[in-house]
């Protein structure tokens, strides 16, 4: 990387993240200061920092922060982002050289998000060039997507004038004469040209013709996203309230007036200035630390499947809108169905912005520009939502906000509802988490008082949850019987299908770990250091050896069963296809199909099993995670989950709260028509107190028994993770590597004396070889996160120098996935 010769920043101003160097925009006078500082899209650590450039004088009244611009750089030109002006570049302006063009008339990122993208670059150590580029829209870089302006063609004449002009052209200049008819029609409405011109048989000469004469005129506009023709004005009513809903409200009402001020003063155009004048109040990024507010800005509505946690949502952003404020919901991309579209738009009608995963770049870029240009002040969207640049935004909803796919599993590996709630802060907003089963962190948040804690305990219309029964397996076992299915199982399974009922059978499956399991006692062989559990492992040899992937600890498997000292040990882990077979074999009449990644992995398959399933045409469906989330179907009164066992076992700090989530999730499927739901959960540990927890449906009981656990070992939230992954083409290097940093990482947190600090050895990741590369992985863990992220960030500085050429190291900040 050749280093330009125009820098000469002082790269400190950014990467602390501390405060801006005169972002702001333009000055009272509308002219910028004259010297511009320009973060360039080049992805290295040793450019990531601002560069000064001069703004030219044809640029003095326009630039402003956010700013997409063409720089020279060193011999090449490059793109880059407007970040801030400054009066004093620390070198003599005049051996700077000048932005060289301005490439979007329109300010891409707003200064509150500019403000965002420092926070993330701190928060998860990612490049400040990272961040910024996950709040680009598609397009913004380089010139892959363009958005033609659209050209309309509007009527000045009266319309029967215009049709009188058309008979007398008719002869001389028909194509005219076919647009004037057509104009005259849709009067007094303007009409696209395109398709203006295809009607009349003309080309755009004809138009031009009728422009001179002064009969028509040609606008531009900007091309709207595309929207059901249906989505004229709202036309729901909000139903009104249950007592529970009702409580809930009116906190939240009261945190919204004293947040967002009154319904009535608060309608202030959108504007840039406002967000730096509230930025004022205390709430910027360092406020989190200091301490619940006088008033939370932000709430955790934690309401039972089916409680109106929707509802609420609407409400709220329905009272941001009152305010002149814009809100985004973020909903998982999962649960982006159009049903969930459609409650949005029939609130909120063409005010709402929809951001999907299935968009073409086109379309994702025109719903950027509407928001942008604030005429859609709500934004419906999956993780990257949270980016949406919504001018003066009140209101950040994050539905399921335990979900898992709202963390970024590449850089800048951020978690969107962290992101939520800092860009909150930023901008003087209010956050709204929901979920039935919150993350636990989320749930600790709230009983500190970080979080209003807001409960909806019932289900509307008084819907019972399902009842829940626990099989105990090593009981089967015991009396030989070693099947899959438990004979209680399989009597329920023929009485369902029987009286023409629907069953779900549920399989957790994670196929890369299979876990050592006594399946006389349920004894599950653990890491002694790490409270996970060890995988199975079987070596070219034949041999087998039990593996801990957080710390690498290996034991050979031990032939007797340490608890009861049977001889019932083996490894366990268990496929759909299994079970499809068990099914099948049973129950040879039923019409069974099974959903699983394999099935599915074909478009359109989940949507058409589905259907079938909704139809009544599946008697029992057997699938995996897939099958858990959102599903409506109100045939379905009996659930099965073959085996929680490898839910419980996972080899993940996480492992209750998401065996309590997943089984929540399920057991939310059965029993939501007018026959009350019931869950048979098969395991090997019927007394484990998490599945206990599951057959009350008491989401506190899980949350005590993960929070004791985790406070134990120093994890979220009692303490930070960070997780390294050292990556390259050949084993040896990567190893060496990873020593190398975890021996590093070690002596830096020592010095630096971080509270609680501790660094496992290097050890091969779960998936040790993807897409060719060798994965090797270190783990630091403290009470303090930001203390590991300083000694963290000196530790990259450090070996910076000195590293190997094609060994990369990734760092995720609090990481979800280990693999
Ligand atoms: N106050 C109310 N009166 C009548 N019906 C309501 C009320 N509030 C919500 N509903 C309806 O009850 C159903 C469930 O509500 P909603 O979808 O808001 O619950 P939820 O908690 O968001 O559910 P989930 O967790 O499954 O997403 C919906 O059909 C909704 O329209
Ligand atoms: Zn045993
Ligand atoms: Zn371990």
Redesign the pocket.
Known sequence: MTTPRTGGSDPAAIAAGSAPSGAGGTAADGRCPPVAEVVVDIVAPDVDRVFHFLVPPGLRDRLEVGHRVTVPFGPRRVEGTVVGFTEQPGVPPERLRPIAALRDPVPVLTPALIDLARWMEDRYLCLFVQALRAMLPPGARGDRVRLAPRRWVRLLLDPAEARHRAETLARRAPRQAAVLERLAQAAPAAVPQGPLLAAAGAGPEAVKALARKGWVAVEEREPEPDEPAAASEPAARPPALTPEQAAAWRRLEAALAAVLGDAAAGDAPPSGGGVAARRGRGTGPGAARGGPAPEPAAFLLHGVTGSGKTEIYLRAIAAALARGRGAICLVPEIALTPQTVARFRARFGSRVAVLHSAMTPAQRLATWRAIRAGRKPVVVGARSAVFAPVPNLGLIVVDEEHETSYKQEEAPRYHAREVALARARLEGAMVILGSATPAVETYHRALEGELGLLELGRRIGERPLPAVEIVDMRREFGLGHRALFSRRLVDLLRQRLAAGEQVLLFLNRRGYHTVLLCRECGFVLR????D?TLTVHQLASGRRVCR?H????RQVPPALCPRCGGVALHPFGLGTQKVEEAARRLFPGARIQRMDADVTARRGTHEAIYRRFAAGQIDILIGTQMIAKGWDVPGVTLVGVVSADTALHMPDFRRQERTFQLLEQVAGRAGRGPRRGLVLIQTYSPDHPCLQAVARHDYRAMYRLEAAERRELGFPPFGHLIRAVVAGPERAPVEQAASRLAAAWRRAVDEAAVPGARV?PAAPAPIERLRGRWRWHVLARAVDGAALRAATRAVMERLREAWPRDVQVQLDVDPFSML
């Open positions: 890491c002694p250091h790490c996970v801990c957080y710390c690498d600890h496992t």
